[in-house]
């Protein structure tokens, strides 16, 4: 599927004004750290990237996206209703009695594939997977986001050894590098310093990119995709929590605000 | 006996060497524990053995990964180790995740209570139990000889979802030697017995047997069960033969009075409305350093022969005539 880069930024408009739309509906949701990703979803989705089913979302013959990131990836939910997960209704019933779609997306929801929300897993189950795909010969890749706050938690370094020891060039880890936690500025509180060069020391192969220039994001994910060299690969993508929304944008403690409805309706108006 | 006596993880390693051959969906992931017999799944099928390193979060995780991807996984560390080092994973990953996804991990823990005698209280293990029935999907196994263990084997493979094996770290008398375990019953009845039943899981089946020597010397014929399978035994066929008693005796080599088979059984009678008393025989108190056999480490705990044989008869001698 070749889509166009315009066609690309449309669709991150799409997502965005959805994700906020959610949000108004939604509160409970927790939406600066799901404006930080949304490019980084519509080019795995749209870009041409991942190869996916929504009819049969556990095909075999899918490449494996586990959203580590789970609360912060309530933009997931307008792209996976648009690819036919799901229907565009349920967008109506985030959180809401009858529902499947919840504050912290579950592994009921077709396209997830993991627990998400509590952090740190989905790198070690998504190298496990890869490990399991190359031992099986099949082709498939696994993808998997998280965030640069959800890098403190150890399992994932455990993860991160041992996939460069087992040269899995078909995993990919993608950090929506937002720089900022529940209660900060990660730089803050434990740095990475630079990812880039951490995750280069242990091995992997590494990538940068300003996470909200989509063409940009899709070309390197393409990119790192065929790249096999017998190295796992991670993409940092630059991004701001909070992405497009005043007061919000890279404000240290947005994981835990709620724009206003008010705020939120004049957004959807004037990005129209 | 004609059998000879083998560690559980040998008999158990020795069955999944020798399936993996024919069956290609075994995986085997150790995080860098050993034995001989693994030595010959390292050799024979490095394609499908992984050492994640000291690493038991890693473990499960990567175990989860491979059975998404349709692996039937062996995952093999020390007792407290697998369990509690990786405790999230295990609850995140394996039971929470097998309740969407069919997965199919089998956590192997060699070490079960004092059986690393000299190690401490680091590698000993007396939670297990009570932290592993605690999550739903989840089916825990306590065999109290190689044979059981190795039986667990067919299981592991034909029953999907996660299941906990505590696996005792020495080589412990064989109890089935002629006469196979009911392994889908669950528990198995050494001997009736009048007034009085003894419950016993893992090395305390041995303990059990001892007692109930000593107390047939004494002119109490007391019974004995082996609960194997402490989450999926058949509820109603236990409560038949408990009904008959008056008494439970439940042992255990894990803390007393924390959530473990004690609690299991009071549970199971209160909800059942048997009327039988309970004793329950499990590890006093807090962690200990002392060092000794693992027979004095019992004693000193409240669980060697000599302490529990003194409990039972008081408790014998506490129903009337």
Known sequence: ?272 | MSIKPLAMRDVLLDRIWRAMEEDKKIFFVSADFGSPVLDKIRADFPERFVNVGIAEQNLINVSAGLALEGYTVFAYAIAPFITMRCYEQIRVSLALLSEVRPMNVNLIGVGAGFSYVVSGPTHQCYEDITLMRALPNFRVLSPSDHVTAGAFFDRCVSTKGPKYLRLDAQVLPVLYDTNAPELDVGFHIHQGGEKICLVATGYMMHTALKVAESLAAMGYLVGVIDLFDISNFDAEQLQAVLSAYVGIVTLEEGFRGRGGVDAMLFEFIARRSLSARMLNIGVEGAYRFELGSREELHEQVGIGPEFVLNSVTTFIQSFPN
Request: aromatic share 6%; proline share 4%; glycine share 10%.
């Open chain 1, 1 to 272: 599927m070749k889509v166009s880069t315009t066609d690309l930024r449309d669709k991150a408009h799409w997502v965005w004004r959805e994700s906020l739309a959610i949000h108004r509906r939604a509160p409970e949701t927790r939406i600066a750290s799901s404006l930080s990703c949304i490019e980084i979803f519509v080019a795995l989705y749209y870009g041409g990237v991942l190869r996916f089913d929504s009819v049969q979302p556990l095909a075999e013959h899918r490449d494996r996206c586990v959203i580590s990131k789970g609360h912060g990836s309530i933009c997931m939910y307008p792209i996976l209703a648009d690819l036919g997960y799901f229907s565009l209704d349920e967008l109506q019933r985030v959180c809401k009695a009858g529902g499947f779609l919840g504050g912290i997306p579950d592994p009921v929801i077709p396209g997830y594939e993991t627990v998400n929300g509590s952090l740190g897993h989905g790198l070690g189950v998504g190298t496990g997977m890869a490990l399991g795909l190359k031992t099986k010969g099949s082709d498939r890749s696994v993808f998997v986001v998280c965030g640069d706050g959800e890098l403190h938690e150890g399992a994932n370094w455990e993860a991160i050894m041992f996939a460069s020891q087992h040269k899995l060039d078909n995993l990919h880890l993608i950090v929506d590098d937002n720089r900022i936690s529940m209660l900060g500025y990660t730089d803050d509180i434990v740095s990475h310093g630079s990812l880039s060069a951490r995750l280069s020391a242990f091995g992997w192969d590494c990538l940068e990119v300003d996470g909200h220039e989509i063409e940009d994001v899709q070309a390197a994910l393409l990119k790192m995709k065929a790249k096999k060299a017998g190295k796992p690969k991670a993409l940092i993508a630059r991004t701001l929590k909070g992405h497009g929304v005043p007061g919000l944008e890279n404000a240290p403690l947005s994981h835990i605000m709620n724009p206003k409805p008010e705020l939120i309706d004049s957004l959807l108006e004037q990005s129209l």
